[in-house]
Structure formats: C-alpha cells, structure tokens
Antibody, heavy 123, light 106 residues
Framework: QVQLVQSGAEVKKPGASVKVSCKAS????????ISWVRQAPGQGLEWMGW????????NYAQKFQGRVTMTTDISTSTAYMDLRSLRSDDTAVYFC????????????????WGQGTLVTVSS | DIQMTQSPSSLSASVGDRVTITCRAS??????LNWYQQKPGRAPKLVIY???KLQTGAPSRFRGSGSGTDFTLSINNLQPEDFGHYYC?????????FGQGTNLEI
C-alpha cells in the first residue's frame, strides 16, 4: 500500500538545524511531488512548500524562504526537509504528504500523509 | 495569500445527526478546495478533493459542495468514528492555505 514513513522525534537548540526524512513506498516515487506541512502544538495546519521528485523543482511558502530546503533522493525514494536557524516557535509536528495533481486542471491535494515528526526547539 | 475561514470552530452533535461545516475563501478559488479529517495524535486524512470528489475509501455519508468562495462539507448519519478536526485547504494557488479547523465532537 502507499505509505510515507518519517524519521523520529528531534530536540534541537535555538539556532540549530533539523533535517526530517520521509521514505515513500508502494508507488512510483517520481510520479508525484512531496509537500511538507507543519502543526504547532494545539494549532492548525501550515503549508511549508513542495518539491517535485524528478528534478527537485521547489515552491516554498514566503514565510520559510531562505530557511528551508526540500530535497529528494530517488535512489531511496526518500524526501528531506531541512529547516535552519530554529526558533522556539518552530516547535511543531512536521508532516510530509504525497502531492497529487490533476493532469487536466490545476487541482491538487495531499494524500497520503506521513505519521509526523515532532521537532522540539528548546534551550 | 488566500485566507480560508471555517465555521463553526467547534461543533457538538449526536450519532445519526447531519452536520455541515462551511469554508469561505478570501477570493474565488473555483472548485479547488479539499477537506481533511484529523484525529488526535494522527496525521490528517483526505476526505474530499476538488470540492465534491469523494476520496477512495471515504464513507459516502461525506459530501462536499461549493465553488468560488463558499464551500460546505456535510456529514449525513453521523457515526462515532467521525469525531475529530476537519480542515479545508485551497489548492488554487500557493501558498496552499488551510482553514483554522473545526472540532467535531460526537
């Protein structure tokens, strides 16, 4: 079955970087993009950006421009999200999701999602 | 950025009820609107995509509608497993913004 499995929880100090991985299985990895969404404790969902998987084209939310890098490794069907200069308000669960796009329209959606990775930023 | 506003923010209902959640976009997004269900401690799950298309495996009691700026998610014959948070999300243009969520309590 289609599945995305993320790396484990991380604890980082302010100013540090974190790299979260997302390993895909059950489908052709290069046929879909990967998007990243985060959720602060008790809060809603925030889209961070997405990346293609065949040529590493990216589209980042303005809020994260300059601090985030999304990459993929097609040899292992794994996507990565690297977030730098961490602050306490980056404490959140980070989700990856397969980014599906309709072939005839601009419609897109996220399905399925990884289980989430808790990143805690604390001194 | 396109702002997405959901109402109500929380909703209490009983098994067998019909409930409706609304989502309004700050500008027209055609039919490019998705709905997700999230249970505590779990990842979101796609329920409806492109306003009215039922995701494979989602129960037929879920129904989405709307276009332009106003959208609704209806759940008929509410079941105990339908509790959780529901989020709308626009896919018209990046950043792909979400509504603030609706907490459905059974």
């Amino acid at each position: 079955q289609v599945q995305l499995v993320q790396s484990g929880a991380e604890v980082k100090k302010p100013g540090a970087s974190v790299k979260v991985s997302c390993k895909a299985s059950g489908y052709s990895f290069t046929s879909y993009g990967i998007s990243w969404v985060r959720q602060a404790p008790g809060q809603g969902l925030e889209w961070m950006g997405w990346t293609t998987t065949y040529n590493d084209n990216t589209n980042y939310a303005q809020k994260f421009q300059g601090r985030v890098t999304m990459t993929t490794d097609i040899s292992t069907s794994t996507a990565y999200m690297d977030l730098r200069s961490l602050r306490s308000d980056d404490t959140a669960v980070y989700f990856c999701a397969r980014f599906r796009r309709d072939v005839e329209t601009i419609a897109s959606w996220f399905d399925p999602w990884g289980q989430g990775t808790l990143v805690t930023v604390s001194s | 950025d396109i702002q997405m506003t959901q109402s109500p923010s929380s909703l209490s209902a009983s098994v067998g009820d019909r409930v409706t959640i609304t989502c309004r976009a700050s500008q027209s997004i055609s039919r490019y609107l998705n709905w997700y269900q999230q249970k505590p401690g779990r990842a979101p799950k796609l329920v409806i995509y492109t306003s009215s298309k039922l995701q494979t495996g989602a129960p037929s009691r879920f129904r989405g509608s709307g276009s332009g700026t106003d959208f609704t998610l209806s759940i008929n014959n509410l079941q105990p497993e339908d509790f959780g948070h529901y989020y709308c999300q626009q896919s018209y243009s990046p950043p792909y913004t979400f509504g603030q969520g609706t907490n459905l309590e059974i």
